[in-house]
């Protein structure tokens, strides 16, 4: 069974940073390309990063490329994103998101950027 756990969600001052971690067990990690999703308040869900499986190719949406990271460690089973220089327009619900294997959502953890 697939399952994915986010955490290090948290409330940050802006110019913060965070690392959120996404765990992944069920399949075979390796072998898949995993991304990161948002979801702020009245929004639709927007995608922010993708890695593929080897971690050769990243993608970030323009919003936030420049100032977050997505890697891997496939020998964890996890996935990061790294976010930098957070602003209040950051803060939503972020989620990871297997690509592959019919996709699955983790639960997601609250990024809160707020002075």
């Known amino acids: 069974q697939v399952q994915l756990v986010e955490s290090g969600g948290d409330l940050v001052q802006p110019g913060g940073s965070l690392r959120l971690s996404c765990a992944a067990s069920?399949?075979?990690?390796?072998?898949?390309?995993m991304s990161w999703y948002r979801q702020a308040p009245g929004k639709e869900r927007e995608l922010v990063a993708t890695i593929s499986a080897t971690s050769r190719i990243t993608n970030y949406a323009d919003s936030v490329e420049g100032r977050f990271a997505i890697s891997r460690d496939n020998f964890k089973n996890t996935v990061y994103l790294q976010m930098n220089s957070l602003k209040p327009e950051d803060t939503a619900v972020y989620y990871c998101?297997?690509?592959?294997?019919?996709?699955?959502w983790g639960q997601g953890t609250q990024v809160t950027v707020s002075s």
């Open positions: 998101y297997l690509r592959g294997f019919g996709g699955s």
């Open positions: 069920g399949f075979t990690f390796s072998t898949y390309a």
